[in-house]
């Protein structure tokens, strides 16, 4: 079992940058497929960026390729995302995400088997 807990959300304005981080602990973090989801009011849950367990692969939602990046550092049981370019569109709820499994990843089509709580991210126009 695992259990991840989000720090970083805030309010900023669009344009600007902001940095996610999520603590893992309850299982060995090397051995898991990291990620981040995000849920906006009204729509459904969808996939934002995913690392592999050591950090050699990394996805992302075409939203967010090129202003998004991923890694993780699993001497601290973290994984990060840094946003840049926020966009009006990128308000929503970020939630930490783990797939077990050494080999795993996540991307759309690979989903979680465990979430963080979330924490929310606002970006204003």
């Known amino acids: 079992q695992v259990q991840m807990v989000e720090s970083g959300g805030r309010s900023v304005q669009a344009g600007g940058s902001l940095t996610l981080s999520c603590v893992a602990s309850g299982d060995t973090f090397s051995t898991l497929a990291m990620g981040w989801f995000r849920q906006a009011p009204g729509k459904d849950r969808e996939f934002v960026a995913g690392?592999?367990?050591?950090?050699?692969?990394?996805s992302y939602a075409d939203s967010v390729k090129g202003r998004f990046t991923i890694s993780r550092d699993n001497a601290k049981s973290t994984v990060y995302l840094q946003m840049s370019n926020l966009e009006p569109e990128d308000t929503a709820v970020y939630y930490c995400?783990?797939?077990?499994?050494?080999?795993?990843?996540?991307?759309?089509?690979?989903?979680?088997?465990?979430w963080g709580r979330g924490t929310q991210v606002t970006v204003s126009s």
């Open positions: 690392i592999n367990w050591n950090g050699d692969s990394a």
């Open positions: 995400a783990a797939r077990s499994g050494r080999e795993s990843m996540l991307n759309r089509h690979y989903w979680p088997d465990y």
